[in-house]
């Protein structure tokens, strides 16, 4: 069964550090990893998609790379500002599983003034 | 605006009461979703429909019940509330056939009381 674990929990960094997410999965034979913001009280913006076959993928001061032996993403965000508070969640598709996303559980990411 | 949207946004009613929340995408996507977020933030899938029939039906108690009329339209209709089903219900889609990243509707908190 796919598990999808993101560390750390919570993070708090003054504004303009870059500062790094991480996700990892159990089962490395995934279709593609995606990765969304979740503001409070509101829905799922999609940031980055990777498919299985990428390496990384940008999106202005975001950078997503994927590791599939090692089972493993990162979402680099360079000269953060307070505007990027928000929960960040990771998500896979995994074959055989009618195309459903497992979560990991977030990082809720805080940038100070 | 290509999106899904789902209705109601809020939606608070008493313990034993049936309820439906509607969801409709206009994307063009071959597979609906419905997933739930808990207290806790985590995010699981309940439902997949593709081209209007059940993919996943992911152990959820049968007081809920899915229907899609057509594949951009997946409503959720809910019998004899109970206070643990509180929580935020989010609608997807996605062209699952191409494994490509999902779009998620703004989400119904829905509040048991």
């Known amino acids: 069964k796919q598990e999808v674990t993101q560390i750390p929990a919570a993070l708090s960094v003054p504004e303009g550090e870059n500062l790094v997410l991480n996700c990892s999965f159990t089962?490395?034979?995934?279709?593609?990893l995606q990765w969304f913001r979740q503001d409070p009280g509101k829905g799922l913006t999609s940031l980055l998609l990777i498919q299985s076959s990428q390496r990384e993928q940008t999106s202005g001061r975001l950078n997503a790379s994927l590791d599939k032996s090692s089972g493993r993403s990162t979402l680099y965000i360079a000269a953060s500002q307070p505007g990027d508070s928000a929960t960040y969640l990771c998500a896979v598709i995994i074959p055989h599983a009618g195309n459903m996303l497992t979560f990991g559980g977030g990082t809720r990411l805080m940038v100070k003034p | 605006d290509t999106a899904v949207s789902q209705t109601p946004k809020y939606l608070v009613t008493q313990m034993g009461n049936d309820k439906s929340i509607k969801c409709e995408q206009n994307?063009?996507?071959?597979?609906m979703y419905w997933y739930k977020q808990d207290s806790k933030k985590f995010l699981k899938i309940m439902f997949s429909y593709n081209n209007k029939e059940l993919i996943i039906n992911e152990t959820v108690p049968n007081r809920f019940s899915p229907k899609s009329p057509d594949k951009a339209h997946l409503n959720l209709h809910i019998n004899s509330l109970e206070l643990g089903d509180s929580a935020v219900y989010f609608c997807a889609s996605s062209q699952a056939r191409d494994h490509r990243g999902y779009t998620f509707g703004s989400g119904t908190r829905l509040t048991v009381v």
């Open positions: 994307l063009g996507h071959d597979t």
């Open positions: 089962d490395s034979a995934i279709y593609n």
